[in-house]
């Protein structure tokens, strides 16, 4: 009987121990940073109630076009640890992977407390990529304070039922939240949800443009335009040609009035329906183009530019609007070096030059060409100053770079990589998309795409101005500064 009294003691001293370091384990848990992520509802977009208790199936349809197997994802967001965890903590971001679904459209809700919905709404919206068969959001690096939580509002496409987290906190973990996941989702029985469903639907319609569709393409398309533009445009093509590669993209870069002018002819002398050809624009066409159909992409923030050398990095309208008039002649006499002022402008079709014209001058450029080498008015020699016009916005840069004493305008995207080249602030203020945004800087465009007439969803034209409103475009769009159309605070500007 000793022996087993000896085992029995020896068992209860085992679970003493386990105890304790279960106990230890827990506080030291709970002293870690931890975030935890629960999968609230997935489940096929529903309405309820029906004829004869049947349930209806819903159509995401968009002016026709019809995104298969619609489906609503909801998760919860949680700090459930003790610590307060900060954006910095984030060293990758949280991300939600949807394998076999596509990603319409995401966004946060139900943030708590008030401080967090706040913080939410200064920060950019959730970043969403489709690459074939695999959707994705990332959210935004967000501090959370212990218990704060939010929601993730996700509508999807297609069919599949796996949510796979990725990201990584320092000195903690991201954690699921067991718990039971909700399989059918009747929108009837919870009226906060039907408004979040019916918001994001919304959001999504409004952010994707007609006359498009989600599916891969094969075939030919060109596009044309907007020389700043081209750049941007021709990595998106790249990429879509990457997950579609049946597509063939060409992007030939020309002035915007050209090539809408180019497309608006082709597609009036096509017989077979819109031709697949797309035209840039930085700015939206005239109204004598009726039968074209604009999508706005991105916003152009334009900058005036000058030569390092001039000793000025800050315009008034007024000067400006003196200098393009011929007014001012030398920097000196607006308090600068003395070097004599140099215009370079665009040729008639630059979208950049109506947009100067309409918001800084006023009025056409007046002041003729006089300059085929941007350096002496060698056209005509009693011109006050020089001026030049250049085919694109590298050539403009260029001269620009090269003349001690030149000015011209650009988009802020292309200035970089010219070493002597400056944007001069405007009024006092610095061309950026953020003051575009408080109404305090006033030179800007979007960069529109047409086709003539409404594109069939099932070509390749349609599928790709689809893809620009995707994750993987945006992030290109914002990468070369092009803040997208899609991003909720740039649709004020992207339609007027």
């Known amino acids: 009987m000793g022996g087993w009294s000896d085992i029995t003691a020896g068992i209860a001293a085992v679970d003493g121990l386990v105890a304790i370091v279960t106990a230890v384990v827990s506080l030291v848990g709970r002293q870690r940073k931890q975030v935890t992520y629960q999968v609230e509802y997935d489940s096929p977009i529903k309405l309820t109630p ?45 991300q939600f992977q949807f394998p076999g679904r596509s990603v319409l459209q995401a966004t946060t809700s139900n943030a708590s407390p008030e401080a967090l919905h706040i913080r939410l709404g200064q920060t950019d919206p959730p970043r969403l990529d489709n690459e074939p068969g695999l959707g994705e959001v990332t959210l935004p690096k967000v501090a959370l304070r212990r218990g704060d939580s939010f929601k993730v509002l996700v509508v999807l496409s297609g069919r ?3 949510v796979v987290q990725q990201g ?14 909700s399989r059918r989702l009747v929108l009837g029985l919870t009226g906060g949800v039907l408004c979040l469903v019916m918001s994001a639907i919304l959001v999504w319609q409004l952010a994707i443009p007609a006359g498009t569709s989600s599916r891969c393409a094969r075939g030919q398309l060109r ?6 533009f081209a750049t941007v445009v021709k990595e998106i093509a790249h990429a879509y040609e990457e997950s579609c590669p049946d597509a063939h993209i060409t992007v030939t870069p020309k002035g915007s009035v050209a090539a809408v002018g180019d497309l608006d002819r082709i597609g009036r002398q096509s017989r077979d329906g819109a ?32 030569n390092r050398r001039v000793g000025i990095d800050d315009l008034t309208t007024a000067q400006v609007q003196g200098i393009f008039e011929g007014r001012f002649r030398n920097w000196s006499e607006l308090g600068g070096a003395n070097w004599p002022i140099t215009i370079v402008g665009r040729n008639a079709d630059s979208g950049t030059r109506f947009s100067l014209e309409r918001q800084i001058l006023h009025h056409i450029e007046r002041l003729p060409a006089s300059s085929t080498d941007c350096h002496t008015p060698d056209r005509d020699p009693a011109a006050v100053v020089a001026r030049c016009e250049k085919p694109d916005v590298g050539s403009l840069l260029a001269a620009v770079n090269e003349i001690p004493g030149a000015i011209g305008y650009s988009g802020v995207a292309t200035v970089a990589e ?10 006092g203020v610095t061309p950026d998309i953020a003051f575009v945004r408080k109404h305090t800087y006033s030179f800007w465009s979007v960069e529109y795409f047409y086709s003539y007439g409404q594109p069939q969803g099932d070509t390749l034209a349609a599928s790709f101005l689809y893809y620009l409103s995707l994750g993987k475009a945006n992030s290109i769009l914002n990468r070369y500064g092009y803040p997208s159309c899609v991003d909720p605070r740039n649709r004020e500007f992207c339609h007027q």
Not at 170 to 177: A, L, W, Y
Not at 294 to 302: E, Y
């Open 50 to 94: 029906a004829p004869a208790g049947q349930v209806s199936e819903v159509q995401i349809v968009h002016h026709g076009v019809e995104f298969n197997d619609p489906g609503l994802v909801l998760l919860r967001v949680r700090n459930a640890g003790a610590l307060h965890i900060a954006r910095e903590d984030f060293t990758e971001p949280l």
């Open 160 to 162: 599949g039922s796996q």
């Open 168 to 181: 990584f906190i320092v000195g903690g973990s991201i954690d699921r939240e067991t718990g039971r996941t």
């Open 223 to 228: 596009i044309e335009g907007s020389t700043g």
């Open 275 to 306: 031709p697949p050809l797309l035209a840039m624009s930085g700015g939206p066409a005239t109204e004598k183009y009726g039968s074209l159909v604009g999508r706005a992409t991105g916003v152009n923030v334009l900058a005036i530019v000058v």
């Open 418 to 427: 010219y070493a002597n080249v400056r944007m001069a602030r405007l009024n």
